[in-house]
């Protein structure tokens, strides 16, 4: 009888695991009901930790104690471009580790991005306990393509320290095109269009036989949903001030508590066509008032056009990289919520000039494909699968001493 492993996709915004049975994979839901579970840690006064969506419920209280975009951290330097640039954007306190790498400042105690990262870790290998009744030691994590070596082996110490064995870390595109089946006896050339919560990423993959290869990659790490929700949040800002005549916008914290709403909206967007929301008991001028707007598919079309469409910039450097064009892909897979919007598919469907995969969950691909190769891995008896370090054009680079928990190119059986 085989040892149980799952699949983790540890994200920048939101972290999903899956396990694979029998060739047949299932989404965990970590609290019982929800699959998507938001990458975030939050350290109560009294000493309680809540993770995922428990933590996001406390973020407006304890937003210096609520962490989040720790992907963006790990295996960084603290002095480095992107470490600063987060320090501009998040509401905690980063400082230097004694290694030289980062922590966040939580009261008096500091915690390394890889601590926290391992705290989300260990909920989801404990979620998957509780709903299987059994223990769970092994995993396969995914990765962005374009992480390096630092990045990766932090990734795989958080695992550990999670109580969980890396037996793989996963290319994210990789993942997502076994999530759909593209691997066995295929010679494919396919892009991976990664539009999440934080950032954006497209990943060209050669398959050749059973041989993966990440042949491009490149990326927007301050291009994701995040702005798309702001969009819609000044949006409704604008509407109430032409319709009342109040900048509502310039009220302590009114954008910051509308944005989950405005996230709701753009959701519930993805199959409505139209949709109505309120905001009640809204102090404006000492009056309480309910404030009332719709908005449709087709406005936050206009209102994220020029997000999306700075995609496809990326996407360009991409193609470039791999010296190739848009018609020389023979099948564009998506992943990330964002793919989820009309609009971008269809944007998707211009770009690459076919109509890109969408039969799986975008937000659940990568944590599928995982956990279909967590199974592969540990079947008894089974060939050796081989990795073949050396990334491809515009890859971060992993080399050899990553042994069997790296992954560049692989082999499936």
């Known amino acids: 009888m085989r040892e149980a492993a799952i699949g983790i996709d540890l994200g920048t915004t939101n972290s999903v695991v899956a396990i694979s049975s029998n060739g047949v994979p299932r989404v965990i839901a970590a609290d019982g009901k929800h699959k998507i579970n938001p990458s975030m840690v939050a350290f109560l006064n009294d000493g309680r930790i809540l993770v995922g969506r428990r933590a996001k419920a406390v973020q407006q209280r304890l937003p210096e104690r609520t962490i989040y975009n720790t992907k963006r951290l790990i295996g960084r330097f603290f002095?480095?471009?992107?470490?600063?640039?987060?320090?501009?954007?998040?509401?905690?306190?980063?400082?230097?580790?004694?290694?030289?790498?980062?922590?966040?400042?939580?009261?008096?105690?500091?915690?390394?991005?890889?601590?926290i990262s391992s705290i989300l870790l260990n909920f989801l290998k404990k979620a998957t306990e509780r709903t299987l009744n059994e223990e769970i030691r092994k995993a396969v994590i995914t990765v962005p393509a374009h992480f390096n070596d630092n990045q990766r082996h932090a990734t795989q110490s958080a695992a550990r320290m999670a109580g969980l064995e890396p037996i793989r870390i996963l290319n994210e595109p990789t993942a997502a095109a076994i999530a759909y089946g593209l691997r066995k006896g295929m010679w494919k050339r396919v892009a991976v269009y990664d539009f999440g919560g934080g950032t954006f990423d497209i990943?060209?993959?050669?398959?050749?036989?059973?041989i993966f290869e990440v042949a491009a990659t490149a990326g927007d790490t301050y291009l994701g949903g995040a702005d798309i929700d702001r969009l819609i949040a000044q949006d409704f800002v604008d509407h109430v001030t032409k319709r009342y005549g109040v900048e509502v916008g310039a009220i302590p914290?009114?954008?910051?508590?509308?944005?989950?709403?405005?996230?709701?909206?753009?959701?519930?967007?993805?199959?409505?066509?139209?949709?109505?929301?309120?905001?009640?008991?809204?102090?404006?001028?000492?009056?309480?008032?309910?404030?009332?707007?719709?908005?449709?598919?087709?406005?936050?079309?206009?209102?994220?056009?020029?997000?999306?469409?700075?995609?496809?910039?990326?996407?360009?450097?991409?193609?470039?990289?791999?010296?190739?064009r848009a018609d020389d892909i023979d099948e564009v897979v998506l992943t990330g919520g964002q793919t989820m919007m009309p609009v971008v598919q269809q944007a998707v469907a211009a770009y690459f000039r076919k109509a890109p995969r969408i039969?799986?969950?975008?937000?659940?691909?990568?944590?599928?494909?995982?956990?279909?190769?967590?199974?592969?891995?540990?079947?008894?008896?089974?060939?050796?699968?081989?990795?073949?370090?050396?990334?491809?054009?515009?890859?971060?680079?992993?080399?050899?001493?990553?042994?069997?928990?790296?992954?560049?190119?692989?082999?499936l059986d």
């Open 253 to 324: 914290g009114f954008i910051h508590n509308l944005l989950p709403v405005a996230e709701q909206v753009k959701i519930l967007l993805s199959e409505n066509a139209e949709v109505v929301f309120n905001l009640e008991g809204i102090r404006i001028e000492g009056k309480t008032v309910d404030l009332q707007m719709e908005l449709t598919q087709r406005r936050l079309a206009e209102l994220s056009h020029e997000l999306v469409q700075r995609s496809f910039l990326v996407c360009d450097d991409a193609l470039r990289l791999a010296g190739l």
């Open 79 to 115: 002095g480095s471009e992107e470490v600063e640039r987060v320090r501009t954007l998040v509401p905690f306190e980063l400082m230097e580790g004694p290694r030289g790498d980062v922590h966040v400042a939580v009261g008096d105690r500091a915690f390394s991005a890889t601590d």
């Open 203 to 210: 990943s060209i993959l050669d398959i050749a036989g059973d």
């Open 359 to 411: 039969g799986i969950n975008p937000m659940e691909a990568v944590a599928i494909g995982a956990a279909v190769l967590a199974e592969q891995l540990t079947l008894p008896q089974r060939p050796a699968v081989q990795s073949f370090f050396g990334a491809g054009k515009g890859a971060g680079s992993t080399s050899g001493a990553l042994g069997p928990a790296g992954d560049d190119d692989l082999e």
